[in-house]
């Protein structure tokens, strides 16, 4: 079985500072690992995913995350904050074959101006 | 193209009543699935169905029926709702084709349901 662990669940930075969001997942197999977004009274969207292609993955919006195999994290950045990016995150892990998407906890993000 | 819908948007519910939340999407994926969300724990699979007339239980299916009779439509149904089951529900839908489980899943805009 899979499983995610978001290591903080609310981050607040200062508008125009990095920002940091941390993943850990644990999976038997090869897993394939996303970074959803959601504002505010809104659905999910998809932030960039990690397919096995590329370690450094680049998603919208100027968020980009690393895959680390040894240290099984998959963490979120982007280097400036917009006060556009307060909203809830999740990392999300499936297994390979399987469309099954395993949430974890989410962690909200404030931006302050 | 719509992409994922649901309604109702919000809905009261009292204890035992029974509602259908529905879910379509016009971009003819095999693949859909209902999630609820509840605060602190992220998102949880209820049903998933990977094609018309094939539905699996996920991790929290107690209290939900699904159906899947066409490839565009797949409603949930609390046939007795009960307080527990006061949430946010979200469905999902992807193509389903690569095997690998790495294509993107696009969500509706949610369903709120209060139970009292």
């Known amino acids: 079985a899979q499983s995610v662990t978001q290591l903080d669940s609310h981050v607040s930075v200062s508008e125009g500072t990095p920002v940091l969001l941390r993943c850990n997942y644990s999976?038997?197999?090869?897993?394939?690992l996303f970074w959803y977004v959601q504002h505010p009274n809104k659905g999910l969207q998809l932030l960039l995913k990690?397919?096995?292609?590329?370690?450094l993955v680049k998603g919208i919006n100027g968020f980009e995350a690393e895959f680390k195999k040894s240290e099984t994290s998959f963490h979120l950045t982007k280097p400036s904050a917009h006060m556009s990016d307060a909203a809830e995150y999740f990392c999300?892990?499936?297994?390979?074959?399987?469309?099954?998407?395993?949430f974890g906890a989410g962690t909200t993000v404030t931006v302050r101006a | 193209n719509a992409g994922v819908t649901q309604t109702p948007k919000f809905q009261v519910l009292k204890t035992g009543q029974s509602m259908t939340l529905q879910c379509a999407q016009d971009?003819?994926?095999?693949?859909m699935s209902w999630y609820r969300q509840d605060p602190g724990m992220g998102l949880r699979l209820i049903h998933y169905?990977?094609?018309?007339?094939?539905?699996d239980q996920g991790e929290v299916p107690n209290g939900y029926n699904v159906s899947r009779s066409t490839t565009e439509d797949f409603p949930l149904r609390l046939l007795s709702a009960a307080p527990s089951q006061t949430s946010v529900y979200f469905c999902?839908?992807?193509?389903?084709?690569?095997?690998?489980?790495?294509?993107?899943?696009?969500f509706g805009p949610g369903t709120r349901l209060l139970v009292l």
């Open positions: 999902a839908s992807t193509f389903g084709a690569d095997g690998l489980g790495q294509e993107t899943q696009y």
């Open positions: 999976s038997s197999y090869s897993p394939s």
């Open positions: 990690y397919t096995s292609a590329a370690t």
């Open positions: 999300v892990v499936t297994l390979s074959g399987d469309y099954k998407l395993s």
């Open positions: 971009m003819n994926h095999e693949y």
């Open positions: 169905s990977v094609g018309a007339g094939i539905t």
